[in-house]
Every structure is written in C-alpha cells, then in structure tokens.
C-alpha cells in the first residue's frame, strides 16, 4: 500500500514571492506521481505528472516538480506566485503497474493562500 | 472533446434514503473512477470500473455500488444513507486502467441532513 504526506496544510506568501510546497510518498513498488489544483467548489485539475525520464517536471501556470527517488518527494515550486493561484494543492501517487485496477492515493491537501 | 461531466451538482438527502450520482466520462475513455472527498481532507478512492466490470475497490462498505454503462458513462449508488457520507464525490475518467492519467469532473456535492 502506497501514502502520501504533505508536509504544509497551509502555506501563507505574498504575491510574486517564491513558493515550495512539499510532498513525501511511501510505496513498497515504484510509483508515477501527480499534483492536482483545486479552486473552490470544483473538482481536480491536473497540473503536472511524473511518469519516467527527467525528474524535472514541468506543469502548467508555471508550476514545475522535482521527482527524488532517495528521498521519495515530489515537491511543488514556482518562482513567482499570483493572486490566482490560490487554491488547494493535492499530491498523489499511482502504483506503477499495467495490471488493472490501479488508483489515486491523495495527500491531505496544502491550502496555498497569496495575499497582495 | 468534452470533458467529464457530473450530474446533479448539489443534493441533499436525508439519513437511510438511497441516492445516485451520474458521470460521463471524457470522449473515448473507457475508465471511470469514483473518489469521496470529504470536507477538508483529500480524495479517497471508492471504486473503478474498466469496460463496464468494477476493477478495483477502496475501503468503503457495500452500500456503496456502482454500474458502467457500455458508453462509458457510470453511476454511483449509495444506500442507507449515513451522515458521514456528506461530501463531495468525483468522478474521474481515463483512456485506460493502467499508467494513463485520470481528469477530473467538477463533482457532486452530497448533503446527508
């Protein structure tokens, strides 16, 4: 069984400044790896993913992800945040398996609040 | 292409009464996930279905059912209703139930009263 743990429930910073949000995995067989934004009262909107190659990964709105396997984190960056990034943040990972049956393991969330 | 749909957005229902949620899954994917997110915490997986056969299960209790229609749209039925079940429920469908990557619908919001 596979979990996830993010580190922040909330994460405070002021426009344009840099952010870091942070997430550890747990997994006993190799794992692909996603972020997910959520703005109020809607679903899940996928932002970046982590299959194979280059573990930096790049997402939408600017959003970028490093894959470290030694580590088992996914942290989420972007070097200057706007007023409209605000929403909740997910992690989550997916056992890496062809076989059928394979779901989403979601951390608790990370609320990203910019303030002007 | 259409994204994945979900019907209705709000409902409130009261404890022991039966209630389903309807998804269409994004154009010419054959795989529908079903998670419960409760308020303040993360989503949790209910169930998938992969060509019409559930393909996976959660810890949730059988109460919890749910049926794939040969276009690909599915339906999640909760009987006997509790009020921990008041959350929101997505619906997520992908092309296939291996690596691809599952989109999300806008999801239904369950109020159990």
């Known amino acids: 069984a596979q979990s996830v743990t993010q580190l922040d429930s909330q994460v405070p910073v002021f426009e344009e400044a840099p952010v870091e949000l942070r997430c550890n995995y747990s997994?006993?067989?190799?794992?692909?790896l996603f972020w997910y934004v959520q703005y109020p009262n809607q679903g899940l909107q996928l932002l970046l993913k982590?299959?194979?190659?280059?573990?930096l990964v790049k997402g939408i709105n600017g959003f970028e992800a490093e894959f470290n396997k030694s580590q088992t984190s996914f942290h989420l960056r972007k070097p200057s945040v706007h007023i409209s990034d605000t929403a909740e943040y997910f992690c989550?990972?997916?056992?890496?398996?062809?076989?059928?049956?394979?779901?989403?393991?979601f951390g608790e969330g990370t609320q990203l609040t910019v303030n002007p | 292409e259409t994204g994945v749909t979900q019907s209705p957005t709000h409902l409130i229902k009261t404890r022991g009464q039966q209630v389903t949620l309807r998804c269409s899954s994004q154009?010419?994917?054959?795989?529908v996930s079903w998670y419960q997110q409760a308020l303040g915490q993360g989503p949790q997986f209910i169930f998938q279905y992969y060509r019409e056969e559930e393909n996976g299960r959660g810890n949730f209790p059988p109460r919890f059912s749910g049926l794939q229609f040969p276009n690909y749209s599915s339906e999640l039925n909760v009987n006997a209703l509790e009020l921990d079940d008041s959350a929101l429920y997505l619906c997520a469908s992908s092309l296939g139930a291996g690596r691809e990557t599952q989109y999300f619908g806008p999801g239904t919001r369950l109020l159990v009263l």
């Open positions: 154009s010419g994917h054959n795989t």
């Open positions: 982590y299959l194979s190659g280059s573990t």
């Open positions: 997994s006993s067989v190799s794992v692909y």
């Open positions: 989550a990972v997916r056992e890496r398996r062809e076989t059928s049956g394979s779901r989403l393991t």
